[in-house]
């Protein structure tokens, strides 16, 4: 199963004073197999989940059906040695998730090697930047 768009927000500016003509993103992927087991959407789907606390709510404030999010929450958590996400089920209120340490590890990882890359390409973002028009 492939990686959800990501709806995540952009890699770090350059300088909030000179913004560049273009957007640039990097879309780091980690496959394991033919899997995505871990790309730019399971990881807006993990801050979503922690935000909203449910896979239903996260699925929803990202535009993607349930069926959908769960089957990347499950996938995700059967590819890592600890899971990402833990959920509750049932009650009055419904079930809940919450994204555990291990979750919130793996995301603070990810959008610090996405901002390590970011800043050590700085250079050459300019560079192709510059080779757009305004």
């Known amino acids: 199963m492939s990686d959800l768009p990501a709806s995540s927000p952009s890699s770090p500016a350059l300088s909030a004073t000179d913004p560049l003509p273009v957007d640039v993103r990097f879309r780091m992927r980690v ?8 790309g730019p959407g399971k990881i807006a789907l993990l801050e979503a989940i922690a935000e909203h606390g449910s896979i239903s709510a996260a699925a929803r404030s990202l535009n993607m059906s349930y069926r959908r999010a769960w089957m990347l929450v499950e996938e995700m958590n059967l590819s890592l040695k600890s899971p990402a996400t833990a959920s509750e089920h049932g009650g009055k209120a419904g079930g809940r998730s919450v994204v555990t340490p291990a979750g919130a590890a793996l995301i603070q990882l990810y959008r610090d090697i996405e901002a390590r890359a970011y800043a050590a390409a700085q250079d050459e973002i300019r560079t192709l930047a510059d080779l757009f028009k305004p």
């Open 31 to 38: 496959r394991k197999g033919d899997t995505v087991a871990l």
